[in-house]
């Protein structure tokens, strides 16, 4: 099992690295294009700014090597929202692996929502054997709307997409890696895809 | 429904933790890292690891400390004291750090928090503030609470979260090792100041003083430290209880 991190610069990525390991799984960090396409499995980290994780993305190529991969993508947090149409962050054009539109929490809650929220509406094999309102931690302004790839929902200001597949691709706005238990069963259950 | 966090909060000194640990099942209540996993365990929400060691040997080792958790507790942690540079963060984060706390140095030269929040994002820029209230007036003070200042807890709050902090703690100088409860009104007040997450702390000594802070302080999560680490408290006893008052938490 040959397991990638996309390291294109865009925050704490030793976290998940860290996970796998408590798994039992060596992840490699890089971002070069050819052991990441050679990869069973890819990891689509990101946390920090939105505009400016797209344009390291650019600079490297990889804006357009993602959407090509055929193994199972992870996109995390940042990572999942830039795999969206767009983002408000920044008025960023995301890689529009998924169709839907990242918009900011409106300021009737306090933004960021920060700490365990729960999760609901649960479909994908990504989150087999993980029960209704099961909790996972979440740091972030913006969400992806309610949409037809959602394979989770969690509810903050509006109902919004917390998780989301498009055939080989998916993305997550929780962090398995800081999850305790439920979510190191999410990395384990994405490793068995 | 996002729930209200539990978070305790480790002193560190030279990579060992320093108020006086009494925990059952640990090899070694010294090794913040054997801590930290308990605490995981026993379902805090987050930690918070403080270092005050005044040495660049204590940094190096906080580092390391650091990288320990990252690699073996599964919840977010946040790292705070002597921090005030960019270069500080970023090793920081790059050793796994989730988020990481500023205070004096963002007093002395506010800047930092534009510049941290603008690097990294404002997701882990927590601006601790400690205040105290002299004559109804809330003011900033520094280096753990010795230094006052001129400048108002409130107006400072503000001012940080415009800069783009993502997170406040508040430590009430008045409250803190009291154990009479959290700074209730004052954090109320910040609530309806800043747009941002606030962390309550300094006073915690029983389970009613986490019901108050929540209902009457408004707080988005609290913060103790002795309480936990003597078991005077159990975080599961804790969360427990305050569902039952009808507040949301992770159980």
Known sequence: MKIVIINYGAGNIKSIQFAFKRLGFEALLTNNPEE??????????????????????????????????????LGICLGMQLMCKSTEEGHTKGLAIFDVDVKRFSNTV?????GWNTINNLQSDLLKDIKENEFMYLVHSFYAE????????????????????????YGV????????????QILRNFINL | MLTKRIIPCLDIKNGRTVKGVNFVNLRDAGDPVELAKQYAVKGADELVFLDISATLEGRKTMIE????????????????GGISSVEDVDVLLKSGADKISVNSSAVKRPELVNELSSKFGSQCVVVAIDAKQVNGQWKVHLAGG???????LFDWAKEVETRGAGEILFTSMNNDGTKNGFANEALAKLSETVNIPIIASGGAGTIQHFTDTFKEGKADAALAA??????????KNLKEELKQKGISVRL
Do not use: R
């Not at chain 1, 309610?146 to 691709?169: G, P, R, W």
């Not at chain 2, 010795?146 to 108002?152: A, G, H, K, Q, R």
């Open chain 1, 36 to 73: 990441i396409k050679a990869a069973d499995k890819v990891i689509f980290p990101g946390v920090g700014e939105a505009s400016s994780a797209m344009q390291k993305l650019k600079e490297s190529g990889l804006d357009h090597l993602i959407p090509q991969l055929k193994q199972p993508v």
């Open chain 1, 110 to 114: 306090k933004v960021p929502q920060m």
């Open chain 1, 146 to 169: 309610q949409c037809k790839d959602a394979i989770a929902t969690t509810t903050y200001d509006v109902e919004y997409a917390s998780a989301l597949q498009k055939d080989n691709f």
């Open chain 1, 173 to 184: 706005q929780f962090h398995p890696e800081k999850s305790s238990l439920a979510g190191e």
């Open chain 2, 65 to 80: 400390m650091v990288l320990k958790v990252a690699e073996q507790v599964n919840i977010p942690f946040t790292v705070g």
């Open chain 2, 146 to 152: 010795s230094i006052p200042t001129e400048l108002d």
């Open chain 2, 226 to 235: 002795s309480v936990f680490h003597f078991g005077e408290i159990e975080i």
